[in-house]
């Protein structure tokens, strides 16, 4: 974090070493047992699913540097993206952005799941992030989308309203990167809680309202 008071960072969190580790491991098991003696009578699926294993999440954590940059004084936000060290970054003036905005989208993914008696493999588990962004409109257009799930929905219901709130946000990003207006995402908190301190410093410090429809209330 910054000492200038006006400059404000978000960072994403990394781990460069566990990921090169990771990324290593999974090379590794992908590579040895097709090069040296010794693993004839492994099942082939085994280095497989040991380097897929490994190897993504190495990738996610050796490769995922991003970071934002806000200067007040100048006035522009700087956005950087890199592997171990930036290789790329993007340039947006302050002015460009009229709202900071909360959003709530669900996501699943893959685990492995041991217990005592036995390890289940390829559990999908499905969880809420709430992103925070800096978006162009002082009436967000997402304030729109309300045909959301409900806690009464039936699992299929849940299914189809969020597949088509996926596309419309989805049409609306295309939208306004189309019009030289995109949204920036600064950060995907797991928690409510977290994007709206992310959001309330955010807005703070740029002097804009937020907009939340990240609020249990609206799921």
């Not at 996926?166 to 949204?183: D, I, P, Q, T, W």
Request: net charge positive; with cysteine.
């Amino acid at each position: 974090m910054s000492t200038n008071p006006d400059i404000l960072e978000f960072k994403n969190e990394r781990k460069p070493l566990v990921g090169l580790i990771l990324t290593v491991v999974g090379l590794a098991a992908l590579v040895v047992p097709n090069v040296t003696t010794g693993f004839e009578d492994m099942p082939a699926w085994v280095p497989l699913i040991v380097g897929a294993v490994c190897l993504i999440p190495g990738l996610v954590m050796l490769v995922g540097l991003k970071a934002h940059r806000i200067d007040r004084k100048r006035g522009t936000v700087t956005s950087v993206w890199g592997l171990l060290v930036p290789f790329s970054s993007s340039e947006r003036p302050t002015g460009d952005f009229k709202t900071v905005l909360i959003c709530k989208e669900r996501q699943t993914e893959t685990r492995s799941k041991g217990t005592r008696i036995q390890t289940v493999h390829g559990e999908r588990r499905s969880f809420y992030v709430y992103p925070v962004k800096l978006v162009c409109e002082d009436d967000p257009p997402e304030k729109a989308f309300t045909d959301l799930p409900e806690q009464t929905d039936s699992a299929r219901e849940i299914v189809v309203k969020l597949r088509e709130y996926g596309v419309k946000m989805h049409e609306l990003e295309k939208a306004r990167k189309a019009s030289g207006r995109a949204s920036l995402k600064i950060g995907t908190p797991r928690t409510h809680a977290e994007a709206l301190e992310m959001a309330q410093k955010l807005a703070d410090f740029l002097n804009l309202e937020v907009c939340d429809l990240g609020q249990e209330k609206n799921w």
